[in-house]
């Protein structure tokens, strides 16, 4: 069984050469529970704890609200579910329940009860995790670090689906980062060595043992004209891993996760720049991936300029937030009388 860090870990190497922005993360939509044997009232509840953790992912909360707003959806789960099955986990020992739910059904369940939904394009993080005190060298982790020291900080970031990359072991990154040019947090070094990875941000922790209890301190580089930091302290080290991804996730969600009614809105956008098939087919296929967007209309093309009709999730504002998420349109001025959004393509 392999989680979703490690399938965008493969992911984010293999996306190197292009453009950098928003992916679809796979498995929103999945869960697995563990149940003591495959009896069809054991399957019900365990069916509702798989949405739950679904939900859990797309509302961009810590916790889904106990009030009446997602019970409704919950005892739905058999019928929003598309598939399930049984698999042994990697332990050798139990079982696991593992469920697929309908995208559709579930985005318009949220929809109906005016919950927020955090679509499955989401950034991808190049991490920087520097580590020591806790019986091994300090180190800055890659992959197999993380799986074999920093568990805690893979299974957060599964469980709000977010994406991670990690830094390989090489030589390339040794002879260019080093274990205090992360400990120190030094931004221009790191973001000239995260290029390789084509991430959409880099979040750099460091963690260790202070004064008998763990402390991380957290910063997400390249978020626009500051940094953001945020500390955590716990008695244990994977409560302090636990705690740090987690509130990168609620800084995310509160940016990207859309609070969508059974309404959209129209709204035009013009795309300079658009000078090819490819731009065309490029500048479509990315405003139809992002979250606040449900469709889009080609109004005109002329000398370059593109005309789209949105129909979107949330405000003006919201929009410009999920665009600014990727590399792919930069905001133009706005005329004074204009009711137009601005935008050219990147190259």
């Known amino acids: 069984m392999r989680s979703f860090s490690s399938v965008l870990l493969a992911v984010g190497l293999l996306a190197a050469a292009s453009p950098a922005f928003a992916i679809p993360v796979p498995g929103l939509y999945e869960a697995r529970v563990p149940v003591a044997d495959q009896n069809p009232a054991l399957r019900e509840q365990a ?4 949405l739950t953790t679904v939900l859990v992912r797309l509302t961009g ?9 997602a019970q409704p959806i919950l005892a ?8 399930y099955g049984y698999e042994t986990p990697d332990t050798g020992t139990g079982l696991l329940l593992h469920a697929q739910f309908d995208p559709r059904a579930v985005q318009a369940a949220l929809r109906g009860q005016g919950l927020p939904v955090w679509g499955e394009n989401r950034l991808a993080h ?5 580590l020591k005190d806790d019986g091994s060298p300090r180190a800055v ?7 074999a020291r920093a568990q805690a900080a893979a299974k957060a970031a599964d469980a709000r689906g977010l994406v991670f990359v990690y830094p390989k072991a090489d030589a390339q990154n040794r002879n260019r980062v080093t274990f205090d040019d992360v400990w120190m947090a030094q931004q221009d070094k790191l973001l000239a060595a995260s290029q390789r990875y084509n991430a959409d941000q880099v979040l750099v922790g460091r963690v260790s043992r202070e004064n008998g209890q763990w402390m991380g301190r957290w910063t997400l580089l390249g978020t ?13 080290l994977d409560q302090v891993l636990d705690d740090g991804v987690n509130q990168l996730a609620d800084r995310e969600a ?7 009614g059974l309404s959209a809105q129209d709204l035009l956008l013009q795309v300079a720049g658009v000078e090819s098939l490819k731009d065309y087919g490029r500048t479509l296929n990315y405003l139809r991936g992002l979250n606040a967007v449900r469709s889009v209309q080609v109004v005109s093309e002329q000398n370059g300029a593109m005309v789209l009709r949105l129909a979107i999730d949330g405000t ?6 999920a665009i600014a998420s990727g590399r792919v349109l930069k905001p133009e001025a706005q005329g004074v009388f204009s009711s137009t959004m601005n935008y050219s393509l990147v190259r």
């Open 47 to 50: 069916l509702r704890q798989a």
């Open 61 to 69: 909360s810590r916790e889904l609200p106990n009030g009446p707003a």
């Open 76 to 83: 739905r789960a058999s019928s929003l579910v598309q598939g």
């Open 126 to 130: 190049l991490v920087w995790l520097a």
């Open 141 to 147: 982790l890659d992959a197999a670090g993380i799986a």
């Open 224 to 236: 626009g004209s500051a940094n953001e930091d945020w500390t955590v302290m716990h008695e244990s």
């Open 254 to 260: 509160q940016r990207f996760a859309v609070a969508a």
């Open 316 to 321: 003006p504002d919201t929009l410009a937030r």
